[in-house]
């Protein structure tokens, strides 16, 4: 079946642009998480969803990140007035409740 | 102090090699625990998850010690495909954050012939 998607795949834009980021879930997934992955940082977590709910916000690194989710599927990621210290790769996972997260393919954002 | 640490390496082995992986993890709460894997610019994908009482896959094994707060991965008769970066991770298991993943620095495998 169909795994996690992401897009765009590569997206270059200059500071102070904003950006969205798009998940697609595995279908059936109520859990998406999202992470991002820079040198130097490692992989971090950034917001949980279960279903459109978000209970954990904790890991988004400033206000201008937001994420919503709707109908319980998409996800958008959307960085405000990008930085250059945004440019990482952004992860999406889904996951049936507390079993094995799967990971997409990522979003290679750089800022100029 | 990061929630999760391993030994980022980089670990050169010749095939057939045994190499050793070890973690830390600093949240005694902490209730799961795996290893990923991530090919150079891929995805994360999971290896294998990690319990008390040991668990093997084929040519891995992993280990937990919840006393130690430590984890650990051994690949014997390595393989010039096991080459990647290997990932310590923890899961949370309860509150808002249930689910999330924290994630080791990773460590660097390269096997050559």
């Known amino acids: 079946g169909a795994g996690v998607s992401q897009s765009p795949s590569n997206k270059v834009t200059e500071k102070g642009k904003d950006v969205e980021l798009r998940c697609d879930p595995i279908?059936?997934?109520?859990?998406l998480y999202w992470y991002r992955q820079s040198l130097g940082q490692g992989l971090e977590f950034l917001i949980y969803?279960?279903?459109?709910?978000?209970?954990?916000k904790s890991g988004l690194p400033s206000d201008r990140f937001s994420a919503e989710r709707t109908g319980g599927s998409v996800s958008t990621l959307t960085i405000q007035r990008t930085q250059q210290e945004d440019s990482a790769v952004y992860l999406c996972?889904?996951?049936?409740?507390?079993?094995?997260?799967?990971f997409g393919p990522g979003t290679r954002l750089t800022v100029t | 102090r990061k929630e999760v640490e391993q030994d980022p390496g980089p670990f050169n082995v010749p095939e057939g090699a045994t190499v050793a992986f070890n973690c830390t993890y600093s949240?005694?709460?902490?209730?799961?625990f795996f290893w990923y894997r991530q090919d150079c610019r891929k995805e994360p994908k999971l290896l294998m998850s990690?319990?008390?009482s040991g668990n093997e896959d084929g040519r891995f094994t992993a280990q937990l010690n919840r006393a130690s707060q430590y984890i650990s991965l051994l690949i014997r008769d390595s393989k010039l495909s096991d080459s990647a970066t290997y990932l310590c991770?923890?899961?949370?298991?309860?509150?808002?954050?249930?689910?999330?993943?924290?994630f080791g620095q990773g460590t660097i495998l390269t096997v050559h012939p």
């Open positions: 990690v319990y008390s």
């Open positions: 949240n005694s709460a902490s209730q799961s």
């Open positions: 969803f279960q279903g459109n709910s978000a209970p954990d």
């Open positions: 991770v923890v899961k949370s298991s309860g509150g808002t954050s249930y689910g999330k993943l924290t």
């Open positions: 996972a889904s996951s049936l409740d507390r079993y094995e997260q799967y």
């Open positions: 279908s059936g997934h109520t859990a």
